[in-house]
């Protein structure tokens, strides 16, 4: 199984700030014949389900807001909040979907200092 | 825009099958992986399978052979069975729409294990 492991557990940002959050894969999650890296983040707040941001490590869904950005290759990602704003006070996530069965990080707690 | 809404059992007792069905609407069933994850109260994500609509199915081997996901087409549902549950099934169950990465979710329905 790909074994997905996030750092820190969690993390206390001014607003305004920059927040930084990492996504470690045990394999890596690139197929070369297409050159895409199968790992998706995702937001979850206080009793919602987790709501997709990104895809293919770097690509923003429709309606999430540009301070979200993803980087990274292989098996080592970032997921980055430019200027941190009171509402992404939230659990974020990464996940494989390179291979089943798929796994998610444990989540990283994000909070405002 | 598809939306995906979990049945509520609510309360299962040990040792018993809990069954879930999720109704899908705004789209088909027809042509997508339709998966269910399940999270524990304060804990993380567990993907626990997928199935496609043709009826092919995967499953996560962590849940040794209890799990069976079905669909019924006519209805535009597809359903979750887990045997034998013990108080560790205790958790939040979300149905979803499978492309790789998964989304849209449902609101998801807490099952509680307990006599």
């Known amino acids: 199984d790909f074994v997905m492991t996030q750092s820190p557990d969690s993390l206390a940002v001014s607003l305004g700030e920059r927040a930084t959050i990492n996504c470690k894969s045990s394999?890596?999650?690139?197929?070369?014949?297409?050159?895409?890296?199968?790992l998706a983040w995702y937001q979850q707040k206080p009793g919602q389900p987790p709501k997709l941001l990104l895809n293919?490590?770097?690509t923003r869904q429709s309606g999430v807001p540009d301070r979200f950005s993803g980087s990274g290759s292989g098996t080592d990602f970032t997921l980055t909040i430019s200027s941190l704003q009171a509402e992404d006070v939230a659990v974020y996530y990464c996940?494989?979907?390179?291979?089943?069965?798929?796994?998610f990080g444990q989540g990283t707690k994000l909070e405002i200092k | 825009q598809v939306q995906l809404q979990e049945s509520s059992p609510g309360l299962v007792k040990p040792s018993e099958t809990l069954s879930l069905t999720c109704t899908v609407s705004g789209g088909s069933i027809s042509g997508s992986y339709w998966s269910w994850i399940r999270q524990p109260p304060g804990k993380g994500l567990e993907w626990i399978g997928y199935i496609y609509f043709s009826g092919n199915t995967n499953y996560n081997p962590s849940l040794k052979g209890r799990v069976t996901i079905s669909l019924d087409m006519s209805k535009n549902q597809f359903s979750l069975k887990l045997s034998s549950v013990t108080a560790a099934d205790t958790a939040i169950y979300y149905c979803?729409?499978?492309?790789?990465?998964?989304?849209?979710w449902g609101q998801g329905t807490l099952v509680t294990v307990s006599s």
């Open positions: 394999q890596s999650v690139l197929f070369t014949s297409n050159n895409k890296n199968y």
């Open positions: 996940h494989q979907y390179y291979s089943p069965p798929y796994t």
């Open positions: 979803a729409k499978h492309e790789g990465w998964i989304d849209p």
């Open positions: 293919w490590a770097s």
